[in-house]
């Protein structure tokens, strides 16, 4: 039972540390217009869900991230809040180009209320 238990410790332990890295350096950003325009939200992204509060609720239309680690990731956008309903995600990159500047475009303008970060393993 005390090896069952030690071996739980020791998951909980690393997991809980690989957590911190990912969100050490991150940040996501949601635009209130297409494009990277207009009004800023700034956030730290995590791989459990952030719900959006006050004003930028539904109002967002455009979203980059940098990140510091930028490999092997995912970034997901909810229409419901805890990351329910309707989603859109794209693949992790730093490249301006590859993330999403138009939400009008994607389905989801002016709809997103939670967002989260989806670790991928390594191949």
Not at 4 to 9: D, G, N, P, Y
Request: charged share 20%.
């Amino acid at each position: 039972m005390k090896n069952i238990l030690f071996l739980t410790a020791l998951i909980t332990s690393s997991s809980a540390s690989s957590l911190q890295r990912r969100r050490q350096g991150d940040d996501l950003y949601l635009y209130e217009h297409i494009v990277y325009g207009g009004k800023v939200w700034k956030y730290t992204p995590s791989i459990f869900c952030t719900t959006l509060q006050g004003d930028a609720r539904n109002q967002a239309s455009s979203a980059q991230w940098k990140v510091k680690n930028p490999t092997n990731f995912r970034v997901q956008f909810f229409v419901g809040d805890n990351c329910s309903g309707r989603m859109k995600e794209w693949q992790g990159t730093q490249k301006l180009e590859d993330q999403p500047s138009n939400f009008v475009m994607d389905g989801i303008n002016d709809a997103v209320n939670s967002f989260r970060l989806v670790q991928q393993d390594s191949p």
